[in-house]
């Protein structure tokens, strides 16, 4: 080994020769979405999260299962900031209502409020974001520009001025809240999805299916918009903690949901008056708030990494 | 030979070598392991190898084969998760397997070099040519001005280097940033510098004059070189000593050329059979079918050739834009003209920016032309309506170079090969499973893939899965666009094999897309070299090969590494 010229052969049977280019059978055949749900279902992350999402649903779909006491009819002045008593854990507001069971009643609002508003950002930025994308040129243009338009609009703001146009300060309601939050914040999504479909678009897959005669729409919704969903899912579960947060700030300042339905954000506003009084009025509401939008950024941290494209094998 | 450097401690000849020289390098029973998700995987077992001061030794082998993970560890660079889990890595007769980071921060540059594998990666594009070469200049304690920068940079061959070093890695090309590398690489004097790949990435012409460089550097040096290749014939040409790797331990080694004319291990003999550069004859499997093989070996003699294709005066104009509204003109194709006869391989070759693959593109009407015109079967394929177009589509199928990309990750197999007949309206479900199935068999995949996703298939299972599709409509021509440059050698020859299979089977004429010569002459029967958009020459292959005619094919294929090391025996 150590002599210059000498000519080393191992031992055959140390490494038998495989045949050329083998197919490996020993694990069973596996999709993105299968795959990502294995590594999903095994993060502590995604089960905290799921179950906690769970429970909430259930509980927005069922409040009575939680809560017994009606939020609004039994309201008694004279149970103002009153504390716990037996079948009231949380105490009371300042309107003599059972805290309890607003908080239990105020989760279909918000929930409500923030999957609409997904449901729609998803689909206008998605459209927009996949047409800029794919076909480029001057109908990209026109579209970022106007998603630049919308972007700039300070969010508040914007939201401020629209509730003062006479149909929407007339007809206050969950849907009100959903298109103010989705004429605002689809521009985001569109960016992303945007991004994502030319990452794709001039992949060899899509040249391919064109030359097999695929029209150009054809090719991108079966080609490139299945293989530009991974970072919109995330952006969308993210979306969902978020929107919730905007649903409370907006009814925080009156511009968002009407008195009459129970929201959190309507909840935390209604004890601002007592704030320095009786502080756990505020904390109940604000602490469903918290744990509900953590659990949908929770669940989109967990959703991201089981996507992400680099702990995928080749 | 430069002088001994400080910090290397007393050599102590542990195993005296026959002529008495001290080996620089020595890897005994190296063992390395990877910690992975999936558990323990041992990447390299009883790998050993000596380097002799200012000797360059070739580690050969396909993807996967430990040869630079064997490398890594000889700088102390493995990724985290992996570690050296047995034997020696004996630099100056000093083990460096388990060296502190110290130790090693002190060896690389001054002691051992490295270029790296991919020009367009490995240099910071933020950072000034200049700047990066006094980076490794100054770690390691040299003189770093401007005239320093200057001249390890003209020593790797970049002219005009007071200028070149205030340039960014982007206003290169990928050839001069390989000089870069080299010249970051050497630029301590190291004893011995490792290459990975150094040219894989570069066109033919352009791998010779650097390889041609680097070998006059490191001989002015004494610099020994460890180069990391999966082309045994550059390998064999290069090196004066060959390794060769195979599942993570070394199957042989010897002196390159009594390694090539007599392997001994029956991998080596399997690579030496099936390496391109090394090959010189046409795949005859229409030889052997009788009939047929008569106009398939020799196209050209028959009077009425049916050309299938017919390339007039085709020219390919884009703008390229400078700025607000002015724009200049290319022509990416200029003036090309050829045809393709029924049931044979028509290549074109070309390096980069030749123009071959939007030749390629406007054949199968994914760009349209700026002038001239494209005859399918005698019918001008720019007049096509759309329904034509979509019948046309049935009859021209691609195969492209990446295996990775041309399958859509979300699409099993069985969907995959199956679009194309959905897509056409052929058959009712049962009968695409069946003719799914008979494609599989004709690609020599088995069944049970059908369900599987393309990220479980290496490139070249992909790269049949591919062929598979274009192949179900039953199509007349295949354009390939480099469809085996990707591949490992071993898998380039099976897929070659099966493309002659195919054509000898069902008739299909190619359309071959590359930069390799050395492939063009295993597959084609005639060629096209093309040159900045231009053809520069066509004929048969035989004729190319043998008595080129232009300064520019001479130039290829004296570039192919190999060619002339070894007459095959049928020639000879």
């Known amino acids: ?314 | 030979m430069r002088e001994n450097n400080m910090t290397i401690p007393d050599v102590h000849v542990e195993e005296a070598g026959n002529s008495g020289v001290k080996p620089l390098l020595e890897i005994r029973d190296l063992a390395i392991t990877f910690k992975t998700s999936t558990g323990e995987v041992q990447a390299v077992r009883n790998a050993h190898l000596t380097i002799m001061p200012g000797e360059t030794v070739a580690i050969v082998g396909e993807s996967g084969s430990g040869k630079s993970t064997t490398a890594l560890a000889a700088i102390g660079l493995l990724p985290n998760n992996g570690a050296v889990t047995g034997g020696q890595i004996l630099l100056d007769g000093e083990d460096i397997a388990h060296a502190s980071e110290k130790r090693m921060i002190e060896l690389r540059g001054n002691t051992i070099g490295m270029v790296p594998q991919d020009p367009m990666s490995n240099l910071n594009p933020v950072w000034k040519i200049g700047y990066q070469v006094k980076e490794t200049l100054r770690a390691n304690g040299r003189p770093s001005g401007p005239d320093d920068i200057a001249k390890v940079l003209e020593q790797a061959g970049l002219p005009d280097a007071h200028r070149r070093a205030n340039q960014y890695p982007h206003e290169f090309s990928g050839g001069m940033r390989q000089r870069a590398l080299i010249a970051i690489g050497l630029s301590c004097q190291p004893r011995l510098l490792i290459a990975d790949e150094p040219t894989s990435a570069l066109d033919v012409t352009v791998q010779r004059q650097i390889l041609d460089h680097l070998d006059t550097m490191t001989t002015d040096l004494g610099t020994a070189v460890l180069l990391i290749t999966h082309d045994l014939g550059l390998a064999a040409e290069r090196a004066d000593k060959v390794v060769v790797m195979y599942q993570g331990q070394v199957v042989e080694s010897g002196p390159s050329l009594e390694l090539l004319r007599n392997p001994r291990h029956p991998y080596t003999k399997r690579l030496v059979e099936s390496a391109p550069s090394l090959a010189s004859r046409r795949i005859q499997v229409a030889k052997e079918l009788g009939v047929e093989a008569a106009d398939l070996l020799a196209p050209t003699e028959e009077p009425a050739a049916d050309h299938v294709l017919k390339i007039q005066d085709l020219r390919k104009v884009y703008k390229l834009r400078q700025g607000l509204g002015k724009a200049t003109d290319f022509a990416a194709v200029d003036g090309v003209s050829f045809d393709v006869t029924r049931g044979t391989t028509t290549a074109i070759v070309g390096e980069s920016g030749s123009g071959k693959s939007t030749v390629a593109k406007m054949v199968l009407q994914l760009e349209k032309p700026t002038e001239g015109k494209i005859l399918f079967d005698g019918v001008d394929t720019a007049a096509l309506k759309p329904a034509e177009l979509f019948k046309f589509r049935r009859r021209v199928q691609p195969i492209f170079q990446d295996p990775y990309g041309s399958l859509d990750p979300m699409y099993n197999i069985f969907r995959t090969i199956e679009e194309p007949l959905r897509v056409h309206k052929i058959g009712n479900k049962a009968s695409r499973v069946k003719k799914v199935r008979e494609l599989l068999d004709q690609v020599s995949l088995p069944q049970s893939s059908m369900q599987r996703f393309p990220n479980e298939l290496s490139g070249g299972q992909r790269q049949r899965v591919a062929i598979a599709r274009a192949l179900a409509l039953d199509p007349e021509v295949i354009i390939c666009d480099e469809a085996v440059s990707a591949l490992d050698v071993l898998v380039q020859a099976q897929v070659l094999n099966l493309l002659a299979d195919l054509q000898a089977n069902l008739g299909l004429t190619y359309l071959f897309i590359t930069h390799d010569l050395a492939v063009v002459r295993q597959i084609a029967d005639h060629v096209c070299v093309m040159e900045k958009g231009k053809l520069v020459e066509t004929g048969s292959t035989d004729d190319v090969f043998e008595s080129p005619q232009q300064d520019y094919t001479k130039a290829l294929l004296n570039a192919i590494p190999g060619a002339k090391l070894m007459l095959p025996p049928e020639v000879a």
């Open chain 1, 1 to 314: 080994m150590t002599s210059k010229n000498s000519h080393f052969v191992a031992p055959i049977d140390e490494t038998p020769l495989l045949a050329t280019d083998t197919l490996k059978t020993e694990q069973a055949p596996l999709s993105l979405w299968s795959d990502a749900w294995r590594k999903l279902r095994r993060r502590p992350l995604f089960i905290i999260s799921s179950l906690l999402i769970l429970a909430l649903m259930i509980i927005a779909l069922f409040p009575g299962l939680l809560s017994t006491v009606p939020p609004n009819d039994d309201c008694q002045l004279g149970n103002s900031e009153a504390g716990p008593a037996p079948g009231h854990p949380f105490g009371f507001t300042f309107q003599g209502c059972d805290i309890y069971s607003r908080v239990v009643h105020g989760t279909q609002a918000s929930l409500s409020v923030g999957l609409l508003s997904v449901i729609c950002v998803v689909i206008i930025g998605v459209t927009i974001g996949a047409i800029a994308g794919y076909y480029g040129g001057w109908v990209d243009s026109v579209l970022a520009r106007l998603g630049d338009i919308f972007f700039a609009l300070p969010l508040v703001l914007g939201a401020l001025v629209i509730t003062q146009l006479p149909f929407f300060r007339d007809n206050k309601s969950v849907w009100t809240v959903v298109v103010i939050i989705a004429l605002l914040t689809w521009p985001q999504m569109a960016r992303i999805a945007r991004g994502a479909v030319i990452e794709v678009r001039n992949a060899d897959f899509v040249t391919a299916a064109r030359a097999l005669g695929v029209s150009r729409v054809g090719a991108l919704l079966r080609h490139v918009l299945p293989n530009a969903l991974a970072p919109i899912i995330v952006m969308a579960t993210l979306n969902l903690g978020i929107f919730i947060v905007l649903e409370a700030t907006l009814s925080f300042l009156g511009i968002g949901l009407p008195q009459s339905i129970m929201s959190w954000g309507n909840d935390i506003a209604g004890a601002q008056s007592s704030i320095r009084t009786k502080p756990e009025i505020m904390l109940y509401p604000a602490a469903a708030l918290s744990i509900t939008v953590l659990s949908f950024i929770m669940l989109g941290d967990a959703v991201r990494d089981a996507l992400d494209p680099k702990s995928r094998q080749r």
